[in-house]
């Protein structure tokens, strides 16, 4: 099975150029503090490596306060702990090592397969690249199932932009076996896959997988000052337009085709029903952080279960 990666990736390099200079001033500040006050070193040093720690802390805690009165079940003290050991321990796999170094490993399917089992359409969220999905792509490459994915740049770009990365991405997805390919998206990611639905209606996808994606927005998105954070506000007028969009384009049944995996300890998207769509296959994942949850089990197995329903469904148009 031949494969290739087509795109670059400046977030990556970015996130190179970070790591290096967080290493080099861990090493800096040790240097200058060990023979002076070791404590003071090592303390330093580890809020310099591991601060992000108390950041996600921070995130948690506001939206276990934000919950409260949102329709999904509360997650209790011990889920959100959880979900906060969880994101500490699968950040620094994603932002300092998939995304930055190995974004480009894993490269998508390029090679025509026999009809059957659609390919699959990776797109991921905010501040990511196509190396978030590392993990999905070495199960998919163990099953012999085809993939393709996009890198949405430019990274702090209108979310609108990114239509047309999709569009390719799906133009080659399909072209691998012939049948719609199923959209996995991550976050942000779910946005951008419905402004691309939105923009071409009529072509044919088997499902939508949504996971963490702000689909009403999140309550953090207002501290944002980039164009597709701005876009990613609670009831923000542009998310309110592009569903008067869809439901202009499909009265009924707008969402039918979408799965909207969701989580009660979502420190990034919240209040947590936010994260699901009217009429959408809804599935609460209890006691999972936003980026963690990408990478469940359930989320995993559950979605790829999806694909087999290919076959007894090949009429299927449109996910919106």
């Known amino acids: 099975m031949k494969q290739v990666v087509r795109a670059r990736s400046a977030l990556a390099r970015l996130q190179q150029g970070l790591m290096v200079a967080a290493l080099m001033f861990a090493v800096i500040w040790l240097g200058y503090w060990w023979s002076r006050a070791p404590w003071v070193a090592l303390l330093g040093a580890c809020l310099i490596l591991g601060g992000y720690a108390l950041v996600l802390a921070l995130e948690g805690l506001a939206a276990a306060w934000l919950n409260r009165l949102d329709e999904a079940p509360r997650a209790n ?17 994603v932002f300092a090592w998939r995304q930055p170094f190995r974004w480009a490993s894993l490269p998508d399917t390029d090679e025509p397969m026999a009809p059957g089992t659609p390919a699959v359409v990776f797109i991921h969220g905010f501040v990511c690249n196509r190396g978030l ?47 719609p390919p199923m959209l996995v998206c991550h976050s942000m990611g779910g946005l951008a896959a419905r402004v691309w639905l939105a923009s071409e209606p009529h072509t044919p996808v088997h499902r939508v997988v949504t996971i963490g994606s702000p689909h009403r927005g999140t309550w953090l998105g207002r501290f944002s000052r980039v164009a597709n954070g701005r876009q990613m506000r609670l009831g923000g007028d542009w998310l309110l337009a592009l569903q008067a969009r869809e439901a202009q384009i499909k009265p009924t049944d707008t969402y039918a085709r979408f799965v909207c995996w969701y989580s009660n300890a979502d420190n990034i998207v919240f209040p947590a029903s936010t994260a699901t769509l009217p009429g959408a296959d809804n599935r609460l994942l209890p006691g999972a952080a936003h980026v963690a949850m990408a990478f469940h089990p359930r989320v995993m197995s559950e979605s790829l279960e999806l694909l087999s329903s290919a076959a ?3 009429s299927e148009r449109t996910a919106s």
């Open 312 to 314: 007894s469904s090949p």
């Open 133 to 179: 999905w590392l993990p999905w792509m070495k199960r998919l490459r163990e099953q012999d199932v085809p993939y393709v994915s996009v890198n949405l740049e430019p990274v702090f770009g209108s979310i609108d932009d990114y239509a047309k990365l999709i569009s390719d991405g799906v133009a080659r997805a399909q072209a691998l076996t012939g049948a």
């Open 77 to 93: 003290g011990r889920e959100l702990l959880g979900a906060w050991w969880q994101e500490v321990r699968v950040a620094p796999q």
